[in-house]
């Protein structure tokens, strides 16, 4: 009775929707039809497990169910616009790594920069024609990747993205969870991407909220900075380097 005890406590531990249904019929076979029985009973179970699923389990089916629609829905849409380049995560009900724990300030270029709806000329030149499209560094068409591959303005943070993407591949760096670990590093030093290309200077009144970010911001990218190659690699829903990997071969990505 005790190892008995001992396999159910463990099988209901290990899953919540584990059930265990527990039937009692004697087990001396000269009683007469209890072979019969044993029988029917077997059948009857099988029948009647199917349907006993807990409203848990129905709602994670669901919610499987619905998620693989919306990825086969995105796997058909070829990633066009300014958010191509980066539309390469497999699609997820969380928020990834990149979205919880940037700093919102940075986070906020960052997306910006990922969607190509940021201050910059390209973006200028189609939504905002009052603003010039050139770059201050004296380039005429201010672009994405004119600013993270080519413009002078940000050679001295440069190397934070080459030591690890020396070509400045804008997939890798936009669409992969390295590559974002970087990026963000990047923004955050650089200044690049914001208003006036430059560093957002500290605020004069700190708020409570402020306060709360620099903490946000000690535990992700100076982390990171401080173990030296983004070696953190414990994302969630098994989005590892590998499974990235295998997104930029399918050529595929999410937000
Ligand atoms: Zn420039």
Redesign the pocket.
Known sequence: MLTFNKIITDYLTRDEDNTVHVQWCPGHTDVKGNERADEEAKEGALLWQPRFVTLTHAMRRSKAQFLQKWTDAWRRTPPTGGFGVANRFPLAWKPKEHVTSTPREVFGRLTQCRTRHAFIGEYYAKFVPAESVE?????NY?TRQ??IM????YDAHRHILTEDFPGLDLTKLLGTKKGLETFVKFLAKSGAFTKTGTPRGAPARPLLEDEEEDDEEESWWERIERQGNGSGDEGEGGGGEEDEEEEEDGGRGGT
Not at 135 to 139: A, I
Not at 150 to 153: A, F, G
């Open positions: 770059c201050p560094c004296g380039t201010q004119h600013i080519e413009c002078q303005r």
